[in-house]
């Protein structure tokens, strides 16, 4: 399954060290799949998205992903792909850049040529350079976007809600950024996400920094030792207890103030749902955990 990672900071550009692959250290590690791509988005000083992603078949060099990347941004958007549709190229790997927003996804849904209809009936079609449902999805959110005056949160509604009533789905869990504010959504329960609001001067004793590790993404951040910030992750990602995991349908917003707000704007379920048996295998398989 894919791992998706946000982290918004709050006003203040922090400095923080990323690794999308820890060198496997066991047997069981290296037996794991290897991932089909592996990316990490920030964005500079005057706000411009830079997105830095290599695709990482099994027969390529995992160099790219295992070295220590120091970034400085108030916005990460991180993500590992296992591949469900689209080969292992650079122009289907994550993070996607649109109107200077980053997107990532966790999941599958199909009929992608009834959504390529609905991007073409938009003016859209442009937007789309690689092979992937995900893609797509994020080309759906930035016409919708634009339609609804530049309102991002808009634009997700109405992208999510017309996939869920018109396509079959299994999973469009996904977090959008901006240098402002970032968008994580759950839906529906099929996959889980989990949102962690950290304060560190709330902690009793010694200021700790952000060590954030999971399987396949590790994020580490000295400079969040004594200031608030908010991480969205695929699975929980330390041993804090305050993670929660998001509601199936729950969207939240996090803007600059680190408020999460959370609504529930979509559909209880898809109106055609997929399983993981509806899938062909390989499909199926990169949706696992």
């Not at 991007?119 to 999805?137: F, N, P």
């Not at 899938?279 to 949706?287: E, I, N, T, V």
Request: hydrophobic residues 45%.
């Amino acid at each position: 399954m894919c791992r998706l990672f946000g982290l918004h900071a709050g006003l203040r550009p922090v400095r923080a060290t990323f690794w999308l692959l820890d060198a496997p250290d066991s047997l069981s590690d290296q037996s794991r799949r290897e991932p089909d791509g592996a990316g990490i988005g920030t964005f500079d000083a005057a706000g411009r998205a830079h997105v830095a992603k290599q695709p990482l078949a099994a027969w390529e060099d995992h160099a790219f992903a295992r070295e220590a990347r120091v970034l400085k941004s108030t916005t990460f958007l991180a993500h590992v792909r296992y591949a469900s549709t689209g080969a292992h190229t650079l122009l289907n790997t994550h993070p996607f850049e649109q109107d200077g927003r980053l997107f990532a996804h966790n999941g599958a849904f199909g009929d992608l040529d009834r959504l390529e209809q609905r991007l073409a009936g938009l003016g859209v079609a442009d937007l789309v350079h690689g092979q992937t449902d995900s893609e797509r999805l994020f080309a759906l959110m930035t016409a919708e976007t634009r339609r609804a005056g530049g309102d991002v949160g808009e634009g997700i509604i109405r992208a999510v809600t017309w996939i869920a009533r018109e396509l079959p789905v299994l999973s469009l869990n996904l977090i959008v950024t901006t240098a402002t504010d970032l968008w994580a959504l759950r839906y529906p329960a099929t996959h889980e996400l989990y949102v962690l609001e950290r304060d560190p001067a709330g902690v009793p004793g010694p200021a700790a920094p952000l060590e954030a590790r999971s399987h396949r993404i590790h994020a580490r951040s000295e400079e969040l030792a004594t200031s608030p910030h908010v991480l969205i992750a695929t699975v929980p990602m330390d041993h804090n207890p305050d993670w929660r995991p998001m509601a199936a349908g729950e969207l939240v917003h996090v803007g600059p103030d680190l408020a999460a707000i959370s609504s529930f704007p979509f559909p209880a379920a898809p109106a055609h749902p997929l399983t993981l048996t509806d899938l062909d295998p390989a499909a199926a398989a990169s949706q696992r955990q």
